[in-house]
């Protein structure tokens, strides 16, 4: 079974310093791999996802992700952090085959400070 | 925003009580997928519908049913609730035909069993 595993539930960065959000896959077969944001009361954002096209994967509000099959990880970054990223950052896995469903990982509470 | 609706957006009800949640997929998207999220359980796979048909199940109780529509609207039906079906219920739906089928997620309902 495909699985995600984020490291750290909470990660403090201050206005302006590097965003970096762990996530690490477990599949026996190519992953297909998402981050999506969640902000207070609201539903889960796609910021980008991994389509084997390219290692190091661009999305939106200027993250990006780096797939690194050696580490099996795709780790979250951010060169610049804003107060607007504060929120919950998820990382997912889409099951392979006819099973399409994502497995989450436990999530990364980012908190900005000023 | 998504292009996901999901009706109601709060729900207060009582234990044994039945409830119905709704949600709209995006315009030409033919996959539903129900998640449930807790504090304690994170974000969880219940039940994908691909052109009203059942495609996968998940962590779905036997109290819970689905059904997706003609028109590929969806319904999440909970039944006998339990104070611990208290949770935010997302539907995420996926267009076809695309290489990885990225789920957008719709805002959700939260459910407080009181």
């Known amino acids: 079974a495909q699985s995600v595993t984020q490291l750290g539930s909470h990660v403090s960065v201050s206005e302006g310093a590097l965003v970096l959000l762990r996530c690490n896959y477990s599949?026996?077969?190519?992953?297909?791999l998402f981050w999506y944001v969640q902000y207070p009361n609201q539903g889960l954002q796609l910021l980008l996802k991994y389509t084997s096209a390219a290692t190091l994967v661009k999305g939106i509000n200027g993250f990006e992700a780096e797939f690194k099959k050696s580490e099996t990880s795709f780790h979250l970054t951010k060169p610049s952090a804003h107060m607007s990223d504060a929120a919950e950052y998820f990382c997912?896995?889409?099951?392979?085959?006819?099973?399409?469903?994502?497995?989450f990982g436990s999530g990364t509470q980012l908190t900005v400070l000023p | 925003d998504s292009g996901v609706t999901q009706t109601p957006k709060h729900l207060i009800t009582a234990t044994g009580q039945r409830v119905t949640l709704r949600c709209s997929p995006r315009s030409g998207d033919l996959s539903v997928y129900w998640y449930q999220q807790s504090l304690d359980q994170g974000l969880q796979f219940l039940i994908h519908?691909?052109?009203?048909?059942?495609?996968a199940k998940g962590n779905i109780l036997e109290r819970f049913s689905a059904q997706q529509f003609p028109d590929l609207h969806s319904e999440l039906n909970l039944s006998s609730l339990e104070l611990g079906d208290s949770a935010l219920y997302f539907c995420?739906?996926?267009?076809?035909?695309?290489?990885?089928?990225?789920?957008?997620f719709g805002p959700g309902t939260r459910l407080t069993v009181t």
């Open positions: 519908y691909y052109n009203g048909e059942e495609r």
């Open positions: 997912a896995v889409r099951g392979s085959g006819s099973a399409r469903q994502l497995t």
């Open positions: 995420a739906s996926s267009p076809r035909g695309t290489f990885i089928e990225e789920q957008y």
């Open positions: 599949s026996s077969v190519p992953p297909y």
